[in-house]
């Protein structure tokens, strides 16, 4: 935990206790009626408790998320004894750190409290209704569905909301009630530790840093302000508070202590040489030791330690040609965001383990992003999550937990509320990582486009939480983070928060209604989420779908697509490049195949565009094995597009992209085609650019090469000559720089003149790893290896299995070798006799297959050699 605090007696209560339940409607399984009581472990939540006594199957395989739908219906109670020895400290309390989510809590037979709000920690003094010996603890939490039904009754009417469920009317994550790439797992339970904290005269509520930076003629320095919430059970005098900032080193930075003669105590701390946290690819991440340590009569009564970044963050706001620029900037420096959304990474948190936990950040890093936005509509994150940004270098957008819908404004809403969010800034605040709040995802939006106001006849809609609620507890608490009042917003409530000149936006008509050139059509400020769907890796899907082939009209296929006529826009994507494929091998590589390239020419594109200062792929991860937008899917493995999105999120880009934006009907766009370098590195970037124009059998045509320089956080352009842009459906352009390649085809794959691809390929055991060389005979579009299908031939899950590599062009002539490894570093058994002919549909290219019926065509795209 990044907060730790001493206390005279802690009492953890967590670990193995006693579930038992009344059942929810009729339909769910015999021994859901209830009966006797299973083990349960604390934290956790109640469906792994039922997955772990062998009472339910595994509810993401086929059909059965229906089996478990009673669970979200009934009621249940969680009980253990314990044993208390008594203390003498003047206060203790029952501590629970969240309760999922409306439950009442009972000690020794009397009731403590009754809660319902998920993302609450709770503190009650029950030093009055503890025995010496045994006790009983008992928490019974009800149905969240009937809870959240009751709201409804008791509001009067309907609150908008994508989905029938009735996720707004209670604090509880809304993903629980199902969403458009998760589950319908409407969960209880105990999610948080839980314990016993002894205590006297005063205790640490909260430590809350904040780092202002200072240039003056002997360099930067550093003051930073520590705010220390106190809590104490009356007027306590003679208190001390002293503060130590450690440096990375281990020498002391600076030291102050003060009188604690209020419940927010402020100490400064003045470091004369700080070394500056920075977002990875720019610095280093020096990590301080925050010490605070509250003293009476000479004596620790509460202490506390943090660690802590120096670093300063602002939005960057300036008018242009177009509207204004919106950016981040750390330190002063602007930051160009290459960032991924990230939803809860399990539908039950318990199974987040930090193992897995570390993986997706590492995952996000070697993908290229620098940012994270954590969404509105999963729980506030957890300590060891931004711990792991703190150390990776990666910065965090945190959206407060408002998603899709309007919210009830009462005072008993607000309360809970501000309540939310007072825990969350007091607990998050310290972590250099956390560089934006906001107030929450699309919720504004919804009254411009959803029909929200027809709905809610004059009623509020949640406006109140964005612009007042929220940002007054920013102020109070979190002066020095920049605050933004959903995603999209630019600027007022007054203007549609989609508009393209102003603040972040999300690009969803792609996706929802045309091919993804049309990505080149905007030039926004700042993109927080753009996104296109795709299967999981074959094996994962595979593992879900117990019958039949994998293609989207099997049901289990189907079920698994949780997105709007997902299936039909995934045939509309593939309909211009590659038109129907014929067998599931073709649908699931093929889509995969649209998905990347869709986000790699979006990236690439806002990427080159001078005012655009971030894209925010929507989504880094999954929470359950499902065709969704995720780069990474439900069991770990990254799809084809984090491979795309690796090299179009690199330090350095080089991209071909049209002239200016608009115009894609002409390939080549109104004014041409540029060849763009894009530099976020520190130091300026020269590179002389080979641009190529080929015949697609290889036959170079012309070339040219083109001097350029971007500057640190910079571009640097070219235009193309006509000799090299000029539109043809048998050609195509190759740029080269510095080890990188860019590549422009004129034309859509089944418009391009058919060219049967050959390759031969050989695999070879290699230091315990497998080495597959491809070697193209021909020109090879989109080449790939999945490494996850020779799983079994290898004798190990799918999952552990990595390739370095994916998405390739490779020309006639070239070789490509690919790295299948373990994630652990252990050494993998290759057989022996591994062969060649063993590598389909390991390997992969576009036109490998004889299956494919290009559009408007009726013949096939040629056999490959393999």
């Known amino acids: 935990m990044n907060l730790t605090t001493t206390a005279p007696q802690i009492l953890d209560l967590g670990g193995t206790w006693n579930l038992a339940w009344t059942a929810g409607p009729d339909g769910s399984p015999s021994y859901a009626t209830g009966g006797a009581a299973i083990p349960a472990t604390v934290p956790g939540q109640v469906h792994t408790d039922l997955l772990a006594a062998g009472l339910l199957e595994d509810p993401d395989v086929g059909l059965r998320e229906a089996d478990q739908m009673w669970i979200g219906h009934s009621q249940w109670t969680y009980s253990r004894t314990f044993t208390w020895s008594g203390t003498s400290e003047e206060r203790t309390e029952l501590v629970s750190d969240g309760l999922d989510t409306f439950a009442t809590v009972r000690l020794n037979g009397h009731e403590v409290a009754v809660v319902h709000d998920q993302h609450i920690g709770y503190r009650w003094d029950v030093a009055h209704l503890l025995l010496r010996g045994e006790n009983l603890l008992e928490i019974t939490f009800g149905s969240a569905w009937d809870a959240a039904h009751e709201c409804e009754v008791q509001l009067g009417g309907e609150l908008p909301r994508p989905y029938e469920e009735p996720y707004p009317y209670v604090r509880k994550s809304a993903c629980n009630f199902g969403w458009d790439w998760g589950p319908h797992y409407v969960t209880a339970g105990i999610w948080q530790p839980i314990r016993l904290e002894s205590w006297s005269r005063g205790r640490i509520a909260s430590i809350r840093p904040d780092t202002l930076l200072h240039d003056g003629a002997d360099g930067v320095s550093a003051q930073v302000s520590v705010s220390v919430g106190i809590d104490r059970p009356?007027?306590?005098p003679g208190l001390t508070l002293t503060a130590v900032l450690t440096a990375p080193d281990g020498a002391e930075a600076a030291r102050a202590t003060i009188p604690a003669d209020t419940d927010d105590v402020v100490l400064v701390l003045d470091v004369a040489d700080p070394q500056l946290w920075w977002p990875v690819g720019l610095g280093a991440q020096p990590l301080y030791d925050l010490s605070v340590v509250l003293d009476g009569d000479g004596g620790a009564l509460s202490a506390g330690t943090r660690r802590v970044g120096l670093r300063t963050v602002a939005v960057q706001e300036e008018p242009d040609a177009i509207g204004t620029t919106w950016a981040l900037a750390v330190n002063g420096r602007r930051v160009r965001v290459r960032g991924y959304n990230w939803i809860p990474d399990d539908p039950f948190i318990a199974e987040v383990t930090e193992e897995r936990l570390g993986q997706r950040l590492d995952q996000a890093v070697d993908g290229g992003a620098n940012l994270l936005r954590v969404w509105g509509g999963g729980y506030f994150s957890t300590e060891e999550f931004m711990a792991g940004c703190d150390e990776r270098g990666l910065m965090v957008w945190h959206d407060f937990l408002f998603a899709c819908a309007a919210y009830d404004e009462s005072d008993a809403m607000i309360e809970a509320v501000t309540t939310e969010a007072e825990q969350a800034v007091a607990r998050l605040s310290s972590h250099p990582s956390l560089v934006i709040w906001c107030g929450g995802n699309e919720c504004v939006w919804g009254m411009y486009d959803w029909g929200w106001p027809e709905i809610l006849d004059g009623r509020p809609y949640g406006a109140a939480f964005y612009t007042d609620v929220l940002p007054g507890v920013i102020n109070r608490l979190d002066?020095?983070?920049?605050?933004?009042?959903?995603?999209?917003?630019?600027?007022?409530?007054?203007?549609?928060?989609?508009?393209?000149?102003?603040?972040?936006?999300?690009?969803?008509?792609?996706?929802?209604?045309?091919?993804?050139?049309?990505?080149?059509?905007?030039?926004?400020?700042?993109?927080?989420?753009?996104?296109?769907?795709?299967?999981?890796?074959?094996?994962?899907?595979?593992?879900?779908?117990?019958?039949?082939?994998?293609?989207?009209?099997?049901?289990?296929?189907?079920?698994?697509?949780?997105?709007?006529?997902?299936?039909?826009?995934?045939?509309?994507?593939?309909?211009?490049?590659?038109?129907?494929?014929?067998?599931?091998?073709?649908?699931?590589?093929?889509?995969?195949?649209?998905?990347?390239?869709?986000?790699?020419?979006?990236?690439?594109?806002?990427?080159?565009?001078?005012?655009?200062?971030?894209?925010?792929?929507?989504?880094?991860?999954?929470?359950?094995?499902v065709l969704s937008w995720s780069a990474v899917d439900g069991d770990g493995i990254e799809k084809p597009v984090w491979y795309a999105l690796r090299r179009s999120f690199a330090d350095h880009l080089l991209a071909i992209v049209p002239v200016t934006a608009g115009g894609t009907d002409d390939p080549t766009g109104p004014d041409g085609l540029e060849v763009v370098l894009v530099n976020d590195g520190l130091a300026a970037w020269t590179a002389d650019v080979v641009v190529r124009r080929l015949t697609l059998d290889g036959t170079e045509l012309a070339r040219e090469t083109l001097p350029l320089t971007a500057a640190a956080d910079g571009t640097a352009r070219a235009v193309l000559p006509e000799g090299l842009a000029a539109v043809s459906d048998a050609e195509f352009l190759v740029a080269g720089a510095d080890g990188l390649r860019s590549t422009w085809f004129f034309a859509p794959d089944a418009a391009l003149a058919p060219t049967a691809p050959r390759f031969t390929a050989q695999a070879t055991a290699d230091g315990g790893a497998l080495r597959v060389s491809v070697h193209a005979e021909t020109l090879l579009r989109d080449l790939c290896v999945f490494a996850d299908r020779l799983a079994d031939l290898l004798g190990v899950r799918a999952p552990e299995l990595a390739v370095d590599e994916m998405m390739l062009t490779v020309l006639p002539g070239e070789t490509a070798v690919f790295t299948i490894s373990r994630r652990d570093g252990g050494p993998l058994d290759v057989p022996a006799d591994l062969s060649a002919a063993e590598l389909f549909p390991v390997v992969r290219c576009i036109g490998d297959s004889a299956s494919l019926v290009p559009a408007g065509s009726g013949g096939a795209a040629g056999d490959a050699a393999r």
Not at 574 to 593: I, V
């Open 234 to 236: 009356a007027s306590t």
């Open 479 to 625: 002066p020095s983070r920049p605050y933004v009042p959903n995603s999209p917003w630019a600027g007022s409530l007054d203007k549609h928060p989609n508009d393209r000149d102003a603040g972040p936006v999300h690009i969803w008509e792609v996706w929802n209604n045309v091919d993804y050139v049309h990505y080149r059509d905007v030039d926004p400020p700042f993109v927080s989420e753009m996104g296109w769907c795709a299967p999981p890796a074959w094996s994962t899907l595979q593992r879900v779908v117990t019958e039949g082939e994998l293609v989207p009209g099997n049901p289990q296929v189907a079920h698994h697509m949780r997105a709007a006529d997902g299936m039909d826009k995934l045939a509309r994507g593939l309909a211009p490049y590659f038109g129907e494929p014929r067998t599931a091998e073709d649908w699931h590589y093929l889509t995969q195949m649209v998905q990347a390239r869709s986000q790699a020419a979006g990236a690439e594109w806002l990427r080159t565009r001078e005012r655009c200062a971030g894209v925010v792929i929507w989504q880094l991860n999954d929470c359950w094995p």
